[in-house]
């Protein structure tokens, strides 16, 4: 089986040749934060003051470990997606691009997925030393207080995923 290359960030084009099942390998920048940081960043939203801008992005769902000597980041493994799929509906429907981690999604985001056209990755649990290693760059940048948990840019190179849920709404769960 064949490797799909793809830059961020992804374009509807894109999104729409990929097919569950597809392995991927992702090389440029994401934003990375799960449940605290979606949390806060929708609440900014009810509030009418939006902390920040998602449209185009994609999100890992992680909480990076401490760096050791020579590392951009400590172990940064996926967390579990479900967490976050109360927001994921309306971040999809207003223009985030794409969402990675692991596990399975709601119905009420598949359809999502499937009405904006866009794509679930799922990162291997437990390879949290692996995708490390293709973290080249990260900054926070948004909501520093919340620790592990805080907004951050990550460049990636060679980034492995596969395709968990594609475009269309077909589902590998």
């Given at each position: 089986m064949s490797v799909i290359k793809l830059?961020?960030?992804?374009?509807?084009e894109a999104m729409k040749d990929l097919n569950v099942g597809d392995m991927v390998r992702l090389d440029g920048d994401m934003l990375v934060f799960r449940d605290a940081g979606h949390k806060r960043l929708?609440?900014?939203?009810?509030?009418?003051k939006q902390a920040f801008d998602f449209v185009g992005e994609t999100i890992y769902f992680m909480g990076p470990c401490p760096?050791?000597?020579?590392?951009?980041?400590?172990?940064?493994g996926p967390t579990t997606s479900c967490r976050m799929d109360k927001y994921t509906p309306y971040m999809l429907d207003h223009g985030l691009a794409?969402?990675?981690?692991?596990?399975?999604r709601d119905d009420a985001s598949i359809?999502?997925?499937?009405?904006?056209?866009?794509?679930y990755f799922a990162a291997i649990g437990g390879?949290?030393?692996?995708?490390?290693?293709?973290i080249q760059k990260a900054e926070?940048?948004?909501?520093?207080?919340?620790?592990?948990?805080a907004v951050r840019r990550i460049t990636v190179k060679d980034f492995p995923v596969v395709v968990a849920i594609d475009s269309k709404g077909n589902s590998i769960y």
């Open positions: 830059s961020l960030p992804l374009t509807k929708y609440q900014s939203i009810l509030d009418g760096a050791r000597n020579g590392e951009v980041l400590g172990s940064a794409a969402q990675i981690g692991k596990g399975k359809e999502a997925f499937k009405r904006n056209g866009c794509v390879a949290g030393a692996i995708y490390s290693k293709c926070v940048l948004y909501f520093n207080d919340l620790g592990t948990e």
